[in-house]
């Protein structure tokens, strides 16, 4: 079992269950509604009021979590001894290990060649145009993306998807093995992005599980957080001011 879990046990568990469906159920439904009338909508600022909605959720939902199961079960995780064999010991900090620098690959590399390759900036674009609809187009909207996607996305998704969900499912009143826990929060977190595609969000429940090893491995919640939020303020760098058309989003 999970260690501390004295505060989680003692939260309220109808508060938990109904958050854990609020992030299963409600957020994908909400999405699937509220992104059709975000492609839709004509309004100038439309994607500035869909970050503020998220911003506000997001924190709302954070804020669920740090009530009902306390600031540091979030934050750090203890595995017991043998509770998951392939991630500890050396065999362990190797995948750690692995999984950290292709991180660190995967956010560094295209950066430094979108930096000095405009050709490269231009492949970005075009690949992006898929999520054009949602990505920021001019200085104003790129100005709420750190705090809504970066920041908000960084901070609450990996309390929410890693420190509360795992608690959760390992916990009462599931009681999965560990590694099933980490599996169950990595498909949540996937739903949690169905609307960019079945295939982006199969490659988000593989991030969530790396991100997840990651979190029990270290014992911290704060390497995930920072790749979260790198990861999306790789967008601000790779696309530039202008390069993705306000056409696409109509």
């Known amino acids: 079992m999970l260690v501390p879990a004295t505060a989680f046990l003692g939260g309220s568990m109808w ?18 509604y509220e992104i059709p009338r975000l492609k839709a909508s004509s309004n100038p600022r439309k994607r500035i009021r869909f970050y503020g909605k ?72 075009k690949a992006a145009e898929r999520l054009s609809y949602l990505l920021p187009s001019n200085v104003e909207e790129r100005m709420w993306w750190w705090p809504a996607v970066c920041i908000t996305a960084g901070f609450c998704e990996e309390v929410l998807y890693r420190g509360f969900l795992l608690r959760y499912f390992h916990t009462a009143p599931f009681h999965l093995s560990l590694t099933w826990a980490l599996v169950a929060a990595a498909v949540i977190f996937g739903i949690g992005h169905l609307y960019q595609g079945v295939k982006p969000a199969a490659a988000t429940v593989v991030l969530g599980f790396a991100l997840s090893c990651v979190f029990v491995v ?9 790749a979260h939020a ?13 390069s993705v058309p306000v056409e696409k989003a109509a």
């Open 54 to 125: 998220v911003i506000a959720v997001e924190w709302v939902c954070t804020a669920a979590a740090f009530l009902t199961v306390g600031w540091s079960a979030l934050f750090t995780i203890h595995a017991m001894p043998g509770e998951v064999d392939w991630l500890s010991g050396s065999k362990g900090s190797s995948i750690v290990m692995g999984l950290v620098a292709a991180m660190a690959v995967v956010l560094v590399l295209p950066v430094i060649l979108a930096i000095w390759s405009p050709k490269v900036r231009e492949k970005a674009a």
């Open 218 to 226: 270290t014992g911290s919640l704060l390497v995930p957080i920072i």
């Open 230 to 242: 790198l990861l999306d303020l790789r967008v601000l760098v790779l696309l530039p001011a202008g």
């Open 15 to 32: 508060a938990q269950g109904a958050l854990v469906f609020v992030l299963a159920a409600v957020i994908p439904l909400w999405d699937r």
